[in-house]
T-cell receptor, first 113, second 114 residues
Framework: TQLLEQSPQFLSIQEGENLTVYCNSS?????LQWYRQEPGEGPVLLVT?????EVKKLKRLTFQFGDARKDSSLHITAAQPGDTGLYLC?????????????FGKGTKLSVKP | NAGVTQTPKFQVLKTGQSMTLQCAQD?????MYWYRQDPGMGLRLIYY???????DKGEVPNGYNVSRLNKREFSLRLESAAPSQTSVYFC?????????????FGEGSWLTVV
């Protein structure tokens, strides 16, 4: 059974601080996606990475896919209260079927003004 | 744009009652999904439909049935609700099942079984 472990589970920081969230597995994934979910809403895709070692930037967010495609990280620079939410990573299996997308349990981020 | 619309938003059921969660997407997507989200468990796939006319079990299908009514609509039915089915349910869709394809989620349906 493929599992994605996210850490930390909870994170509370002050506005302006930097943070990194991790998504780790013992399995190889063909793709890795990051979603953000706000209270009362469904998850919204932030980024997809498919190549080992790939780095993508979305404004103050930097996403990296591990060289072996078993792990990923999300780094936020100068966090803002608007970054508050649940961050989920999701891995696609090697066969590529979206039906087998595996979600981590999420990191709940709170950014205080 | 509506995207993925699911109803009802909130529902309270008594144990043993049945109900159907409705979902519709207006993005002409081929694939649709039903997930449940529980505290500390993350999102778990219940059933999915890769294309109109097909459905497949996900990680936690027991106690549920689905119907892909047409390309737009994918319903989830609880035949005899149990307290263990208290959860937040999300319908989602994607254009296809290729890796890395974007999944679009609805806003969720909060179901409580007492």
């Amino acid at each position: 059974t493929q599992l994605l472990e996210q850490s930390p589970q909870f994170l509370s920081i002050q506005e302006g601080e930097n943070l990194t969230v991790y998504c780790n597995s013992s399995s190889v994934f063909s793709s890795l996606q990051w979603y953000r979910q706000e209270p009362g809403e469904g998850p919204v895709l932030l980024v997809t990475v498919v190549t080992g070692g790939e780095v993508k930037k979305l404004k103050r967010l930097t996403f990296q896919f591990g060289d072996a495609r078993k792990d990923s990280s999300l780094h936020i620079t100068a966090a803002q209260p608007g970054d508050t939410g649940l961050y989920l990573c999701a891995g696609g299996d090697y066969g590529g079927s979206q039906g087998n997308l595996i979600f981590g349990k999420g990191t709940k981020l709170s950014v205080k003004p | 744009n509506a995207g993925v619309t699911q109803t009802p938003k909130f529902q309270v059921l008594k144990t043993g009652q049945s109900m159907t969660l409705q979902c519709a997407q207006d993005m002409n997507h081929n694939s649709m999904y039903w997930y449940r989200q529980d505290p500390g468990m993350g999102l778990r796939l219940i059933y999915y439909s890769a294309s109109e006319g097909t459905t497949d079990k996900g990680e936690v299908p027991n106690g549920y049935n689905v119907s892909r009514l047409n390309k737009r609509e994918f319903s989830l039915r609880l035949e005899s609700a149990a307290p263990s089915q208290t959860s937040v349910y999300f319908c989602a869709s994607s254009s296809n099942q290729r890796r890395g394809n974007t999944i679009y989620f609805g806003e969720g349906s909060w179901l409580t079984v007492v």
